[in-house]
């Protein structure tokens, strides 16, 4: 089946290591996402890749960073995780338009 | 700019009763509506969506949502809740175009009692 898949499940590190968090996906869609969800939140938008092109933002900070190296995967890299950035990390896929949106069972990223 | 209010933070039903979960969003077109469920430390799960056509959208689960335009609504509704449906649920709203961003609401925890 096509699908959205999130490496790994869960993800423990230290505070202050850099942290890699992976999507794939088969769907062949365009664009993919990146939302971030803390406990007892609504998932937050960190930035989005239509193709090659990487869209942050705002309020994202530069400690989070993306890579899409092909239409396939992309990668969420956070610098230096603080303990703050501990959340459950979405990776979303999306079509020509909202209609197709769909997400990965995402990560949780502990922080010690 | 988009914007959902879930005005319910938690609700609580009996196994059996009946559920309506609210919602309202705030867009200047026709958005898409979507409502996903998330049960504790899992992904989200897409309950259902509407895009137009029909306003009564029929989902997963059992549960159905109307879109009430006049009343930027599109409400979450269940006949007979089974204990299983305790999670939490959100709405969405994204915009008709390439690269569209969904924006949640704030969520609405669903706890069944026995």
């Known amino acids: 089946d096509a699908m959205v898949i999130q490496n790994p499940r869960y993800q423990v590190t230290q505070f202050g290591k850099p942290v890699t968090l992976s999507c794939s996906q088969t769907?062949?869609?365009?664009?993919m996402y990146w939302y971030q969800q803390k406990s007892s939140q609504a998932p937050k938008l960190l930035f989005h890749y239509y193709d090659k092109d990487f869209n942050n933002e705002a309020d994202t900070p530069d400690n989070f960073q993306s890579r899409r190296p092909n239409t396939s995967f992309c990668f969420l890299d956070i610098r230096s995780p603080g303990l703050g950035d501990a959340a459950m990390y979405l990776c979303a896929t999306a079509g020509t338009d909202a209609g197709g949106y769909t997400f990965g069972s995402g990560t949780r990223l502990t922080v010690v | 700019a988009q914007s959902v209010t879930q005005p319910d933070i938690h609700i609580t039903v009996s196994e059996g009763a009946s559920l309506e979960l609210r919602c309202n969003y705030s867009?200047?077109?026709?958005?898409?509506l979507f409502w996903y469920v998330q049960s504790p430390g899992q992904g989200l799960q897409l309950l259902l969506k509407y895009f137009s056509g029909d306003t009564l959208v029929q989902g997963i689960k059992g549960f159905e949502a109307e879109f009430k335009r006049s009343q930027s609504s599109f409400n979450l509704r269940k006949p007979s809740v089974h204990w299983s449906d305790a999670a939490e649920y959100f709405c969405a709203v994204g915009y008709i175009g390439t690269a569209s961003k969904l924006t949640f609401g704030t969520g609405t925890r669903l706890q069944v009692t026995l």
């Open positions: 769907l062949n869609h365009n664009v």
């Open positions: 867009y200047g077109a026709t958005p898409y």
